[in-house]
């Protein structure tokens, strides 16, 4: 059954702790992208990765890391740095060149308190 | 200027009437362009993309594109209730053209 999967559905944490979120897929896609979309607002891209150990900055990557160890895998660390953690987040994959759509999953809702 | 363009709406039209959702953009040289439907609570899925100038149509759903007034509309024919959602518009940018970047989205109601 392919498809992207976001894990956890929901995820809370204090203020000043770091937190991980998972995006797995088994599309075989090349490309994986992380956005952020806060309440009433569009996508905000964090960071994009288009092959295996390289990924790009996006519009707002400050207070964020990832890794791309894997064709599979491009997790986010929210860290204590990023002022405003609260969102929701959007994981993205995509086969092909610029010209090909984004396939999304179902996304983490993140509350730090 | 934002980099894509989106009137926040609520965009309210009768059941059956025609939806006109419009989005501009501020790079010249994108050339991808794509429309995602987003229910509330929801990821964005896929409605329809298109790259060449003029009208492609999917079913009820139309998406047109003016690359020189660096326009891209989306028209929603028949509409339904179910079709009320946020429309969100995407453009390609940036170095090779991989970045996808989204407008703030139009809320469109469908009054039964």
């Known amino acids: 059954d392919g498809g992207i999967t976001q894990s956890p559905k929901y995820l809370f944490r204090k203020e000043g702790q770091n937190v991980t979120l998972s995006c797995e897929q088994n599309?075989?896609?090349?490309?994986m992208y992380w956005y952020r979309q806060d309440p009433g607002q569009g996508l905000r891209l964090i960071y994009y990765?288009?092959?295996?150990?390289?990924?790009q900055k996006g519009d707002i990557a400050e207070g964020y890391s990832v890794s791309r160890e894997k064709k599979e895998s491009f997790p986010l660390t929210v860290t204590s740095a990023q002022k405003n953690p609260t969102a929701f987040y959007l994981c993205?994959?995509?086969?092909?060149?610029?010209?090909?759509?984004?396939?999304f999953g179902n996304g983490t809702r993140l509350t730090v308190t | 200027q934002k980099e894509v363009e989106q009137n926040s709406g609520p965009l309210s039209v009768p059941e059956g009437a025609i939806a006109s959702l419009n989005c501009t953009y501020s790079?010249?040289?994108?050339?991808?362009f794509f429309w995602y439907r987003q229910y509330s609570g929801k990821s964005p899925e896929l409605i329809m993309s298109?790259?060449?100038?003029g009208d492609k149509e999917d079913g009820r759903f139309t998406a047109q594109l003016n690359k020189a007034s660096q326009y891209v509309s989306l028209l929603i024919r028949d509409s339904q209730p179910s079709d009320s959602a946020t429309y969100l518009c995407?453009?390609?940018?940036?170095?090779?053209?991989?970045?996808?970047?989204f407008g703030t989205g139009t809320k469109l109601q469908v009054i039964p």
């Open positions: 993205a994959t995509r086969q092909g060149g610029p010209n090909s759509p984004l396939h």
């Open positions: 599309l075989n896609h090349d490309a």
């Open positions: 990765s288009q092959i295996v150990n390289d990924f």
């Open positions: 790079d010249r040289g994108s050339q991808s």
């Open positions: 298109i790259y060449s100038n």
């Open positions: 995407a453009v390609n940018r940036g170095r090779g053209y991989q970045k996808v970047t």
